[in-house]
């Protein structure tokens, strides 16, 4: 997950606030969208092979993209209560988490909502083998694991949510393994929010959020904690969803390698909006979104940036 792992970030169709489905049966939605992203970062495939320096920043590396989404959804059982789904969620897109998830939804008696989910590609990824290695171009390799989530809305009928998720991650072929940095890991994450309202049409969540991040590495170990508040408004047609957040982490202890313990700052923005019913097509949506994410660490190596921007259709059926 992008906010629970720091891995790299698309986000693709815009939600206003999250409904059950109004019918038995299914329902779902696509997006197509295009746009550019940028990511400076020491582990990016797709900078610099060879290194010189672990003073060194990255450089910028910027691309076009072009990512259709979506999600399907099938509602049952008494009240509509119970849902199955597989895709990306409105709920979460709307604050800046790509999140593709196999999940069951069930509404209790209560007012608690508990949602279960399965996150099967959200860790994968593409790193080098030894991101350390100077003067000699680094190799590639694979980044597989899985992700767990549970997540308690409206606990009790009331505006406080819980998210809860667990994370395996698997370096394959890594050439650091058995050091104080070797990354496989196994990762807790916890966020609790509040909902506010403002007016029927606006409300506003602040969360606080915590991560315990396991690694084989002690180096590569670390606590993390961060705050993050989310303003929803519908204006007319239009919705708009803007996030900021903040984390710091800290970690175990020195690598051999720096001589040092790290320590990240990390700040993100983003910005989402859709338009419903644009050209006065039924069902179809103009959305766009932006992103900006910035990690300052007491080690020059780790520094990291990245900027997104997209606009697309969304078709809901």
Same mark, same amino acid.
């Given at each position: 997950?992008?906010?629970?792992?720091? $891995?790299?970030?698309?986000?693709?169709?815009?939600?206003?606030?999250?409904?059950?489905?109004?019918?038995? &049966?299914?329902?779902?939605?696509?997006? $197509?969208?295009? &746009?550019?992203?940028?990511?400076?970062?020491?582990?990016?495939?797709?900078?610099?092979?060879?290194?010189?320096?672990?003073?060194?920043?990255?450089?910028?590396?910027?691309?076009?993209?072009?990512?259709?989404?979506?999600?399907?959804?099938?509602?049952?059982?008494?009240?509509? =209560?119970? *849902?199955?789904?597989?895709?990306?969620?409105?709920? !979460?897109?709307?604050?800046?988490?790509?999140?593709?998830?196999?999940?069951? =939804?069930? =509404?209790?008696?209560?007012?608690?909502?508990?949602?279960?989910?399965?996150?099967?590609?959200?860790?994968?990824?593409?790193?080098?083998?030894?991101?350390?290695?100077?003067?000699?171009?680094? *190799?590639?390799?694979?980044?597989?694991?899985?992700?767990?989530?549970?997540?308690?809305?409206?606990?009790? &009928?009331?505006?406080?949510?819980?998210? $809860?998720?667990?994370?395996?991650?698997?370096?394959?072929? !890594?050439?650091?393994?058995?050091?104080?940095?070797?990354? !496989?890991?196994?990762?807790?994450?916890?966020?609790?929010?509040?909902?506010?309202?403002?007016? *029927?049409?606006?409300?506003?969540?602040?969360?606080?959020?915590?991560?315990?991040? !396991?690694?084989?590495?002690?180096?590569?170990?670390?606590?993390?904690?961060?705050? @993050?508040?989310?303003?929803?408004?519908?204006?007319?047609?239009?919705?708009?969803?803007?996030?900021?957040?903040?984390?710091?982490?800290?970690?175990?202890?020195?690598?051999?390698?720096?001589?040092?313990?790290?320590?990240?700052?990390?700040?993100?923005?983003?910005?989402?909006?859709?338009?419903? @019913?644009?050209?006065?097509?039924?069902?179809?949506?103009?959305?766009?979104?932006?992103?900006?994410?910035?990690?300052?660490?007491?080690?020059?190596?780790?520094?990291?940036?990245?900027?997104?921007?997209?606009?697309?259709?969304?078709?809901?059926?």
């Amino acid at each position: 997950m992008k906010k629970y792992l720091a $891995l790299p970030a698309l986000f693709i169709a815009m939600p206003a606030f999250a409904q059950p489905a109004p019918q038995k &049966g299914f329902s779902g939605e696509i997006s $197509l969208n295009a &746009g550019i992203i940028s990511a400076t970062s020491n582990f990016n495939i797709d900078g610099d092979a060879t290194i010189s320096s672990l003073e060194n920043k990255a450089d910028s590396e910027t691309e076009g993209l072009i990512a259709p989404l979506g999600n399907v959804a099938y509602t049952f059982g008494d009240g509509l =209560k119970q *849902q199955v789904y597989f895709g990306t969620t409105r709920e !979460d897109i709307a604050v800046g988490t790509l999140a593709v998830q196999l999940g069951y =939804k069930h =509404k209790l008696s209560s007012g608690t909502e508990v949602d279960v989910s399965f996150l099967p590609t959200v860790i994968s990824g593409e790193t080098w083998q030894n991101p350390y290695e100077l003067n000699t171009p680094r *190799q590639e390799t694979d980044i597989s694991g899985n992700a767990y989530r549970l997540q308690l809305n409206s606990i009790s &009928g009331s505006n406080f949510s819980l998210d $809860l998720a667990f994370a395996t991650t698997d370096v394959e072929d !890594d050439l650091i393994a058995g050091t104080d940095l070797a990354r !496989d890991a196994e990762s807790y994450y916890a966020k609790g929010s509040y909902r506010f309202t403002l007016s *029927q049409t606006s409300f506003v969540s602040p969360s606080a959020i915590y991560i315990q991040h !396991d690694a084989d590495g002690s180096a590569s170990s670390f606590d993390a904690y961060g705050a @993050e508040v989310s303003w929803f408004n519908i204006l007319g047609r239009h919705s708009l969803v803007l996030t900021a957040g903040f984390t710091q982490r800290n970690y175990d202890s020195a690598s051999t390698l720096f001589n040092k313990k790290r320590s990240d700052d990390e700040l993100s923005m983003f910005a989402a909006y859709e338009y419903p @019913e644009f050209m006065g097509w039924k069902d179809w949506s103009f959305i766009s979104f932006a992103g900006y994410g910035n990690t300052e660490s007491n080690l020059t190596f780790y520094d990291e940036s990245s900027y997104l921007f997209a606009v697309g259709l969304n078709y809901r059926f």
